[in-house]
């Protein structure tokens, strides 16, 4: 079946250190979705990736989507404290509708 | 406007009763989604509504766990004999029929012991 894998399983930086996490599929992904979730919250919505080769930038924020469609990025410019959290990649089932096959995520950790 | 809510924010329960778990997904989202999410893990599809169509049900891990909407709005995911390996937080999601955006509740965390 569809499965996402995502590294680095964990992440600890100082703040104003750059921070990158990777999404990668076996098979082609339909489109990529990239969620944040704070700690003890829920997930919130970052931003979705369709087109082969996307670039799509959120103030110190870029996401990428491979050429092929079987990766993705996410990199974080300069980390805050307030960049903490789980960052998950999730790919959609079109089986299911646009329901999410979620990576494990990435958890970063920020000091200050 | 009001987001997804779930109810209730916290539920322990002994091994093998039944529980239910609400969610109020916001107004006017025709599509609602279950997850499951264990500690440390991703989040795992349950199951999925649109509309007045037949659910999909795919994501269910077993025959204990079935899900229904009423009236095209409330859902409730019910677990039976509840199990220890079925403690994890519930999440709610929706989605509004022009987007592509999931919005999710603050989840139900189920602790069976």
């Known amino acids: 079946g569809q499965q996402v894998m995502q590294i680095p399983q964990y992440q600890h930086v100082q703040e104003g250190e750059d921070f990158t996490t990777y999404c990668n599929s076996s098979?082609?992904?339909?489109?990529i979705q990239w969620y944040k979730q704070r700690p003890g919250g829920h997930p919130v919505f970052l931003i979705q990736?369709?087109?082969?080769?996307e670039v799509k930038k959120q103030k110190r924020l870029t996401f990428q989507f491979g050429e092929a469609k079987k990766n993705s990025s996410l990199h974080i410019t300069a980390t805050q404290t307030t960049d903490v959290g789980t960052y998950f990649c999730?790919?959609?089932?079109?089986?299911?509708?646009?329901?999410?096959?979620f990576g494990k995520g990435t958890t970063l950790s920020v000091s200050s | 406007g009001a987001g997804v809510s779930q109810s209730p924010s916290n539920k322990v329960t002994e091994k093998g009763k039944d529980v239910e778990l609400r969610c109020d997904p916001i107004?006017?989202?025709?599509?609602l989604y279950w997850y499951r999410q264990s500690l440390g893990q991703g989040l795992e599809f349950l199951i999925y509504?649109?509309?007045?169509?037949?659910?999909?049900k795919s994501g269910l891990p077993s025959d204990r766990f079935s899900a229904e909407r009423t009236g095209g709005s409330v859902s409730t995911l019910t677990i039976q004999r509840t199990q220890q390996e079925d403690s994890a937080v519930y999440l709610c999601?929706?989605?509004?029929?022009?987007?592509?955006?999931?919005?999710f509740g603050p989840g139900t965390r189920l602790t069976v012991t």
């Open positions: 999601a929706s989605r509004s029929s022009g987007s592509y955006e999931q919005y």
């Open positions: 999730a790919d959609s089932m079109y089986q299911a509708g646009t329901a999410l096959i």
């Open positions: 509504f649109q509309g007045n169509s037949a659910p999909d």
């Open positions: 098979t082609t992904l339909s489109n």
């Open positions: 990736l369709v087109k082969s080769g």
């Open positions: 107004s006017g989202h025709t599509a």
